[in-house]
């Protein structure tokens, strides 16, 4: 039984790590109707900033600490300078930031030297509980999901600019009619989403070895996610990378490895194709 419970707490840490990256990118999504392809690029990012402070000899808390901001800077310099200039052609937008991705990956990889690096987890050692021992890291993760995605909701629904994005969302004329800046929310939104990603990546660096694809193992999995759980809702994301998070961790100790990644692939396909509106239509952002 101790096996199962430590099995079932990975599964869990890897699940709040795709909660992470998932958010961020379903609420680009739902608040300025592209899919922000660089995504996984600033997972890559946020990893790389904490591999930066501990290189130089800083703390990796602060790396930590660090990403999200840098990424928030990032992501609202490119909103700024290149991808709000495409919003009208959403499919343009969308190539853009696969462009801009490209680059990132292809910067670092040439910083990197085409080489993996090891991070030390901040938080090393393990914890016991009820007679198992959990990964203190992991539980780290697992906890700031959890405030994360608490603070989101709170901040989407019991703020004046929380109802802001949601009466943009729902009707961006009416809004910029109320005198609503809508380009500063889809600015902010975007940096927000880009700093998700960036903690997200800070946080599972210390599980991956740094690689400049280390983002793009995940990109794949947040866009199916997305669609998944339904765009447009603040739920829908966070069930979905739920669902598309525990086949892609759990599927490899039920069918052989290699056929684990098509077979999560298959499945969210089937389901979006019966569902296509995503598990949930209701409760807007």
């Known amino acids: 039984m101790g096996i199962e419970v430590k099995l079932a707490f990975d599964l869990l840490a890897f699940i709040s790590v795709m909660v992470l990256i998932v958010l961020g990118l379903g609420i ?26 501990e290189s130089s000899g800083l703390s990796a808390w602060a790396g930590i600490l660090a990403a999200p901001i840098v ?19 959403p499919i343009i937008a969308m190539l853009g930031t696969y462009a801009i991705g490209l680059v990132i990956r292809e910067i670092v990889r040439g910083l990197l030297g085409g080489h993996y690096k090891s991070i ?32 989101t909701w709170l901040f989407l629904s019991r703020t004046s600019v929380g109802l802001q994005v949601r009466g943009s969302l729902e009707n961006p004329n ?33 599980l991956y070895q740094l690689s400049a694809d280390i983002g793009t ?37 039920l069918v052989i490895p290699v056929l684990a990644d098509p077979l999560v692939f298959v499945i969210a396909l089937l389901i979006v194709k019966f569902r296509p509106q995503g598990f949930i239509t209701q409760g807007r952002l």
């Not at 990424?71 to 052609?89: S, T």
């Not at 009416?174 to 927000?192: D, E, M, V, W």
């Not at 739920?235 to 100790?253: D, N, Q, R, S, T």
């Open 217 to 253: 193992r995940f990109l794949v999995q947040a866009f199916l996610s997305v669609m998944l759980g339904g765009v447009g809702t603040f739920e829908g994301p966070v069930l979905g990378a739920a669902a598309v998070g525990g086949m892609a961790a759990g599927l490899p100790w």
């Open 174 to 206: 009416l809004a910029r009619a109320c005198g609503i800046s809508t380009t500063k929310l889809y600015a902010l939104t975007f940096a927000f989403g880009a700093a998700l990603a960036g903690l997200a990546g800070a946080l599972i660096v210390p």
């Open 120 to 151: 030390s987890e901040p938080l090393p050692g393990v914890f016991t509980l009820f007679g198992v021992d959990f990964s203190a890291w992991r539980a780290v993760i697992v906890l700031t999901t959890i405030c994360i995605i608490a603070a």
């Open 28 to 53: 680009i999504a739902s608040m300025m109707g592209i899919f922000n392809f660089a995504h996984g690029e600033f997972v890559l990012l946020g990893a790389y900033t904490v591999y930066i402070f």
């Open 71 to 89: 990424l928030a800077i990032v992501g609202l310099v490119l909103e700024r300078l290149i991808i709000r200039r495409f919003y009208a052609v």
